[in-house]
Structures are given as C-alpha cells and as structure tokens.
C-alpha cells in the first residue's frame, strides 16, 4: 500500500524515510528534474566490451514504449541469450513536461529485474551483468496498464536499491519517480552518504549493540562465549555489562574484568580469549541512585571491521563534520580519551588483541576540527566545549609522551619516532593462513607441520628469535596503519616514518596553539606538571629540524623515510611525504620542490597512488602485492594530500587530484550498484582485484547501506575542494585528463592557477574542513627559534620534594645542553606561581628537566 505522510511537500530524492511514505502529489519533481541519460562506460577510454557495444546502439521498436501507448509483454526469464535481440536504446527523452512515475510492485518488479538483468546472480545489477539492460516498467500515470523502459546499468540498479529501500519502509507497491532512478551520480551518493551510509556505520555498546556484536563472527570462534573485557577501575562498566551479560542470558556473554598493568604478556595469554573491550558513556544516577548508564554511538569503518578503528576514525570524522553530524565525531574523541585513559593508548581498534597496539595519532587535529563544529552560543556551551577541549589535550598530551615519546617507539638519537607496539608473537587477528609462508621454513627446520610449529611457537614451547624479530615489525606495520607494504616489511620497527613524524609535529603546533589561544599559554597537566605553549613550540621546531636532517631529501625533493638501526634513509618513494604538506614542516620552497619533482610520481589516472612502481619491486607468484603499495589508493592518503597542497596555495593541483579521485569513485558507483569499497587500485581504475585482504565493503545484496567509512568522508570532504565546473562534469563522469584537456589545466605537475613563488605556509581558509588558524603564530615563533640544535634525548627522573623518584617510564623533557637556559626560566617561573597559589607543602616536584 502506498501510505499517505503527514504532511508537507518533500523533493523526489529525498531520504527514503520521507520519500516513500509520502504520495506521489506531494513530491516537488520540479526542483531537481533532470534530463532522462544513461551513465555508461566510454568504449573508447575504457576497451571495448562486445555486450556493451551491442545494447548502446537504438532499440527498434522503443518509440512505441513512451506512456499511452499499447504495452508490450513482459518477459520474465533468467537467460540472457533470450534477450539477444533486444536493444536499448541511446536516448528517449520524454517530450512532455510531465514528471515520469513508475508503478512498482516491490516484489513483481524486484524478480523481474534480478532475473533479467542479473545474470551472475550477486543480486547487484553492474557493468559486468550481460542482461539487456532494459526493463519495462508499468508507469504510474497509465494506473500500471502501460510500460515505460528503465534503461541502463545505472538506472536499472538505482531501480534494484529503491525497491530494497521501500521494501526497508514496510511498503509493497510504491511510485518511484523517474528523477530518483537516473538522479545526477554526484547528488545521489553525496546524499546517500549523508542520510544513509553514516547511519549504517553506527555502532553502540549498548544492549542492541551487544547483541550485534555477539552474533559478529569474530566474537564466536569456535562457539566459544562472547567476551566483552572491562578496565579494572571502570565500576559502572563492569555493573552495566554485567547486567546485560544477564538480561541476554541465552547469549552467554563474559565480562571480564582487565587487570590494572596490562602487559603484553597478559594481552598474548588471552589471544584465544580474544573479545571487545569497553568505550566511554555517559554515566549518572538517577534518584533512587541507581546506575543510569549510556555508551557512546561511535562510526565504523564497515564491512567485517565493527570497532572503532583508530585512524579511520578521524577521516571518518572529517567527513561527519561537512555533513553536520559533529556529535559523532565528538563521541569518537572521547572514546579515545577513554582508551588512553584505562588502555593506554588509541587502539588500533577496541578488541582485546589490539591491546598492545596503537595508529596513525591524529587526536589533537581531530579535537579542534570538532570544537571548531560545536555550537557555543550560550556561556554554558562555550564553558562545556572549554572543558572538552582541555580534557582532550590533556589526554592527547598523555598519549604523546607515553607512547610516542618513550621507549621503545622514540630513537634517543635522532628524536624521531616509530611505529613499534609492545605485543609478542604472531597476531592472532589475521587470517589462520595468513603467516604460513613465513612460517614453512621454521617448521620445515624442524621437522614439524607448519600447523603443529605454530602451536608451539604460540604456546612459548620453542623459541625462535628471528621470528621474534619478524612479528616485531609484522605489528609495527599493522600499527602504521599501512598493512601491508614492501616499504615497511621486515624492518617497520626501525624506520622513523615520515608519516608519523609529521603527525607528532602537528600535534607539537596544535598543541602549543591551543594552550595558547584557549588557555593563556599554559595549563595544568593531569601527569602532575604545567604545559606551556613555549615548551611545544620548541618541540615542533626540534622535530622540524630532525625531519629536515633526517627524512628530507633535497636532491630528490622528497621527504623519505630513515631507518634509525641502519643510519640511513630508506629509497621507497611513498605518497605519505605529502603529509609534510599537511602538517605544515615543509618549508615553501620544500613545498615548491615536493610540487614540482615528485607529485607527479604519485599521480596516476585515478588519484595518488600509495607509493611508485619503482619503489615497490617486481611482482611474482612469490612476491606477490601488498594492498598499500602500487597500484593502489587509499582514501587517507588522498585526504591528507589535498589539504597539505591546499594549505601552502597549490590550490589546482589539490583541486586536480581530488578530482580523480572522486571521478574513481562516482565510476564504480555508477557501473557496479552503488559499490563504495575500501580501497581502489587507481592505476586500472578498478575496485574488483585479488591482493591480501580482499576489498572490504563490496558484499551486500539489493543496496549498500555503509559504503565505507573513510571513503565515504573522502568524498564529502572532496566535493568541497571542487568548483561548481569541476562538480557539473563529475556529474557527467567525464574522465579526468579529457576535463583537464578540456578546461586547459597543466598536468605536469606544475600547477596552471598556484602562485609561482608560494607563501609561507598561509591558514587557507577552507570552510567546510577546518582551518589551521594559528600556524602564523607558530611559524613566528619557529622562526625566532630556528638555530635550536637538536640534542640526544635521554629519559630524566623527576625528583619529588619529599625525595622519591618518578617512575623510570614516566615521561619527561630534558636538553641539558641547548635549550636548558630557555625552559628553566620558563620553568621556574611556572613553579613560583603554581607553588604561590597553593600555598606550598604536599608532594611537589623539585626539579623538572627537559629535553
Ligand atoms: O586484518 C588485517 C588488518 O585489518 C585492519 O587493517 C586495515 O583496515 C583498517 C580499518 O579500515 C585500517 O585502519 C588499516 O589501515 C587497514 O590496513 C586492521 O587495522 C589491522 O590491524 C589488521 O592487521
């Protein structure tokens, strides 16, 4: 039935909700009518496809098939050799100006379609189905006794989703407007994006949410309980989850309690334990005092991956934010206040095994980004986000300096840092096959099936120092977030990455801007000591200079890795020396040289690709790719190359860029239903290949209801870079050196528009993804600062008043040789006020050093 709505006009392509539950008189088609057209490949760009040449040309007998004329029979028939002779058609615009609806009879229309038009049987109507590619479809405006064809693979799969979608509102007949089935690409994924994916990627640990996750896979191995584990001191947690443990009895869920000193050693004896661990909530009680617990709805990246994921989740919030759904993104920092909280880190995902491992750190830019969103109209907002903004720092404070800049991820000597997480043995989370071939020559060694050899080694029966060694930088690369590549295999553990190194600079400004702007220069760390902007400006410029020696190559003009065991930089060209750019620690004529020398390596038909084809080696069956080399690219990596060109003026080349990425991405959404998936290779414009893991987010039936989550930002966020030009010809999927040509932009990797000599790194305003509003302000003061020396960085105790020690893990700053003079006057004019206004007495420190 169709179901009458309450009230009010709505637009056709509006979110399936409004849309199906209001008549078709209600809806005003006006607005967005466009013309009727088929997206389809172009032979001439993309090779020739016999079946596709075939259905493009004009049917014979379609005049007769416009509403008010006799209709034809209907064939319902799975073969698609029965639909030889029928061919659809170029163009058959309607001539009259009434709006074209079609009468839908859910389930008639959705067998009909599969079983014409989908001839692999995957229940997605996509370029490589050889049906007809043309369907009669009874209009609405014949009371359903006349046809009118929807043709083509985009039109027929829109057709296939909206019938899941008004199936998913409780409808069995329906009228679809024509304008919602051949609805400009550009519009409809923006939209469903924005109405829909984002909402399929919510998650919540609550007592919905942990039914989902029991029934998720991972968390039954083998039949085994549902485990969701607790940090020791988090009491409403343990209640909370112990309650619904006992409301969903037929679950049988466990909650375990973690012990206070999480080691790796504890984290490896539950590896067959393996379950989620908690999240932050809002937590109060009510009059009776009872317990009024709320976890926090967080995004997932999709697919098999249903934890909040570390890096993911601050490209995901970038995306959030331009759709206006900053409290999500707020949740998302603080379930990582959480985590550095009670796990002492962001995890790589909040499952039991990642226990030991972090990501990519993007806390303090994902902060502002956020706090920037927040409304603060009233004095009571602006004092909450005052709160949450200091809160936030202080935590992403903690995580700097216990993680990143301590044994064993930071090299005392050059002051850089690596990737280098403290878990033992083989991850447990890969596929049960997935180390076999490192594994073979061991067991082969010693006389034991791979499978009995991996027994032992998990169980600390045998020892084998060089797998040791091997699983030590396997995680290291899982924590860099690029698994896997040949640029980190092997030896991830020893590279002071580019990649990271700019993220802790960033969070090094950001910092120092935010005590700064939002704090008068300094507050009061909860690790017991006052933080100063001028003691983070200096950090920034140490590692500034620290990347320049060690990570800047100038005859190369690229940033390039440095192995810290072996003394020298690594030659693998990866795309994520562009994320200097993003941090802003390039400087203009390093921009200038990056621009001019290198951008063009990474680009490639589709976008950036990870890294060159040079870098990456020969292929064989023996060597075979890695998901985070050639010929592939990541959403991530395309972000934070748009933003970093942007932000020094090389506004085309970032306009260029974002571009082929999005035109990759409208491509595959338009010949294969919708499809958004992980990852793309960018070199064969393709999403469907076999390397490592597969490519997530490619399996669902009907609709995709996720997409995924970092690609689904990376394609709001991109709109935002492109012109209202540039954004009409997306529409059109005009490929992108034909729109270059066209439009006469340079693509030598010299920008046409972007000022010859670039500024020094200029806060580009860019509205919808933030600005870095105090960069001038920071790059003064690395100006003035700019003849530091960087010294050996030695871990300091603090002495306490009352004569103990600090803990030996326990961060601290020491440079008893260049910068000393500085800090201790910065310092001890901190500690006569802080120690003025308390009045003196209790546990003081009485000495802090720096480095
Ligand atoms: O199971 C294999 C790996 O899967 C994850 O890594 C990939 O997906 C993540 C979520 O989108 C993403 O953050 C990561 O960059 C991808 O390589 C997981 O994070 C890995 O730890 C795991 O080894």
């Given at each position: 039935?169709v179901v009458e ?5 709505i637009?056709?392509h509006a979110?399936p909700?409004e849309y199906?539950r209001l008549?078709p008189?209600?809806r005003?088609a006006?607005?967005?009518r466009?013309r009727s ?5 172009s ?11 075939q259905v ?5 007998d379609?005049a007769?098939q416009q509403?008010g004329?006799?209709?034809?029979p209907?064939?319902?028939t799975?073969?698609s ?5 029928v061919?659809r058609?170029?163009s058959?615009d309607e001539?009259?100006?009434l ?17 014409q038009?989908?001839t692999?049987g995957?229940y ?7 049906g007809?590619?043309?369907l009669?479809v009874p209009t ?6 006349r046809?009118?064809e929807?043709?083509?693979?985009y039109?027929?799969s829109?057709l296939?989703?909206e019938?899941?979608?008004?199936r998913d509102?409780?409808m069995?007949?329906v ?6 089935l051949?609805?400009?690409p550009v519009?409809r994924?923006?939209?469903m994006?924005?109405?829909s994916?984002w909402?399929g990627?919510v ?6 949410g942990?039914q989902a ?6 968390n039954?191995?083998?039949g ?11 009491h409403p947690a343990f209640?909370?989850y112990t309650?619904?443990a006992?409301d969903l ?14 080691t ?7 590896n067959n334990?393996?379950?989620?661990l908690s999240?932050a909530?809002?937590?109060?009680y009510?009059?009776?005092?009872r317990?009024v617990?709320?976890p926090l709805?967080?995004v997932?990246p999709?697919g098999?991956?249903?934890e909040?994921?570390?890096?993911d989740s601050?490209?995901e919030?970038?995306g959030l934010?331009?759709?206006?759904r900053?409290q999500l993104?707020k949740n998302?920092?603080d ?7 009670h796990?002492?880190k962001?995890?790589n995902?909040n499952r039991?095994?990642y226990?030991t491992?972090s990501?990519p750190?993007f806390?303090?830019?994902m902060?502002l980004?956020v706090?920037?969103a927040?409304p603060d ?8 986000n005052?709160?949450?903004?200091q809160?936030s720092?202080?935590a992403?404070?903690t ?5 990143w800049m301590?044994a ?8 850089l840092?690596?990737?280098?997480p ?6 447990p989370?890969?596929?049960?096959t997935?180390?076999d071939?490192?594994i073979?020559p061991f067991a082969e ?6 499978e009995e050899?991996k ?8 020892s084998e120092?060089e797998l040791?060694?091997y699983?030590?930088h396997?995680?290291?690369v899982?924590?860099?977030g ?14 002071a990455?580019?990649?990271l190194n700019?993220l802790l600079?960033?969070?090094?400004v950001d910092?120092a801007?935010?005590l700064d702007?939002h704090?008068?220069g300094?507050f009061?760390?909860?690790g017991g000591r006052?933080?100063t902007a001028a003691e ?5 410029e140490?590692?500034?200079?620290s990347i320049d020696?060690y990570l800047?190559?100038e005859?190369k003009?690229l940033y390039f890795?440095y192995d810290?065991?072996?003394g020298?930089q690594?030659v693998?060209e990866s795309?994520t020396?562009?994320?200097a750019?993003?941090?802003g620690?390039?400087?203009?004529a ?6 001019d020398?290198s951008?063009r390596k990474?680009e490639?038909?589709g976008?950036?690709?990870?890294g ?5 080696g020969v292929?064989s ?5 890695r998901q985070?080399?050639?010929?592939f690219?990541?959403?991530p ?6 933003y970093?060109?942007?932000n020094y003026?090389f506004v085309?080349?970032a306009r ?10 409208t491509?595959?959404f338009v010949?294969?239903?919708g499809?958004v998936?992980e990852?793309?290779d ?10 490592e ?9 009907h ?6 989550g970092w ?12 012109t209202?030009?540039?954004?009409r ?7 992108p050196?034909?729109?270059f040509k066209?439009?006469?932009?340079k693509?030598d990797?010299?920008p046409?528009?972007?000022p010859?000599?670039t500024?020094?790194?200029?806060p ?5 993804i933030?600005?870095?509003k105090?960069?001038?302000q920071?790059n ?7 003849n530091l ?6 871990q300091?105790?603090?002495v ?12 601290c700053?020491s ?6 003079g500085?800090?201790a006057?910065?310092?001890s004019k ?5 120690s003025?206004?308390?009045?003196g007495?209790g546990?003081k420190r009485?000495?802090?050093v720096?480095?």
């Open positions: 039935m709505a309450a009230s009010g006009n637009d056709v979110p909700s199906y008549p008189s209600r005003s006006g607005i967005n466009s057209r088929s997206y389809q490949r032979h001439h760009l993309y090779g020739t496809n016999k079946h596709l040449d493009d040309e004009e049917s014979p379609s007769d509403d004329q006799q209709p034809s209907i064939r319902l799975r073969s050799a029965s639909f030889s002779n061919r058609r170029g058959v001539k009259s100006m709006t074209r609806r079609f009468l839908v009879d859910i389930n008639t229309i959705e067998k009909m379609i599969l079983a038009e989908d692999n995957d997605q109507i996509t370029v490589e189905d050889s007809p590619k043309v009669k609405a405006n014949s009371g359903g006794f046809t009118f929807v043709r083509g693979t039109m027929l829109n296939l989703q019938i899941a979608l008004a509102c409780g069995s007949q009228v679809i407007d024509e304008d919602r051949n609805e400009n519009n994924l923006s939209r994006i924005r109405t994916f909402n990627l998650r919540c640990m609550d007592e919905s942990i996750i029991c029934k998720d896979p991972k039954t191995k083998a085994a309980q549902p485990i969701i584990y607790v940090p020791h001191d988090d209640e909370y309650g619904i006992r009895s037929n679950y049988k869920i466990k909650v375990v309690k973690l012990p206070k000193d999480i790796p050693r504890y984290v490896k004896s539950i334990e393996f379950g989620i999240l909530a809002d937590v109060s009510d009059a009776n005092g317990l617990y709320r709805p967080f997932v999709g098999r991956f249903n909040q994921y570390g890096w601050y490209f919030t970038l934010l331009v759709d206006g900053y993104g998302m920092v379930n990582f206040v959480y985590e550095i909280k796990y002492g962001i995890l995902a039991s095994y226990l491992r990501q750190p806390l303090t830019d902060v980004k706090f920037e927040l109209k009233t004095d009571d907002e602006k004092r909450r005052h709160e949450w903004l809160r720092f202080d992403a404070i995580e700097y300096l216990t993680v301590c064993p991820r930071l090299d005392a000597k050059t002051g840092s690596c990737y280098h403290t878990g033992i043995g083989m991850p989370e890969t596929e049960s997935h180390f071939h490192t073979k060694r010693l006389g034991v099936s791979v050899y027994h032992l080694y998990a169980n600390d029966m045998i120092p040791d060694e699983f030590v396997d995680r290291a899982r924590e860099s690029h698994d896997t590549t040949y640029r980190l295999e092997r030896r991830c553990a020893n590279l990455t580019v990649d700019c600079y960033k969070y090094e910092i801007d935010t702007e704090f008068g300094s009061e760390w909860s006052e933080m983070w400006r200096v950090r920034a140490q590692r500034r200079q020696k800047w190559n005859k003009g890795d810290v065991s072996l020298e690594s693998y795309v020396a562009l994320w750019l993003w941090a620690c390039a400087t203009p390093q921009a200038r040289k990056l621009v020398m951008c990474f490639v038909k976008g950036l690709v990870s060159t084809e040079e870098s990456r292929i069956l023996q060597r075979p790719n985070w080399d050639y010929p690219g990541w959403a990596h395309q972000i934070m190359a748009w970093g060109l942007y003026g085309d080349v260029r860029f974002a571009y082929r990425w999005l035109f990759t991405i491509q595959a010949d294969f239903n499809v998936p990852k793309f960018v070199v064969n414009m393709t999403h469907r290949f076999q390397v893991y597969g490519n997530v987010g490619v399996d669902f039936k609709v995709p209801r996720e997409g995924f690609m689904n930002a990376s394609y709001q966020v991109g709109l935002t870079y492109l209202t030009h540039m954004r010809a997306l529409g059109m999927l005009t490929p050196d034909m729109f066209k439009s006469n932009w693509i990797g010299t046409s528009h972007s010859a000599t500024p020094y790194p200029v580009v305003f860019v509205p919808e933030g600005t870095p105090y960069r001038a920071s003064a003061l690395f100006g003035a600062l700019k020396t960087i010294s050996d960085c030695q300091s105790k603090v306490y008043s009352d004569g103990s020690v600090s803990p030996e893990s326990e961060p700053i440079d008893p040789r260049s910068s000393a500085y800090f006057s910065q310092c901190k500690k006569r006020t802080r003025k206004r308390r009045g007495g546990k009485s000495s802090v720096f480095f």
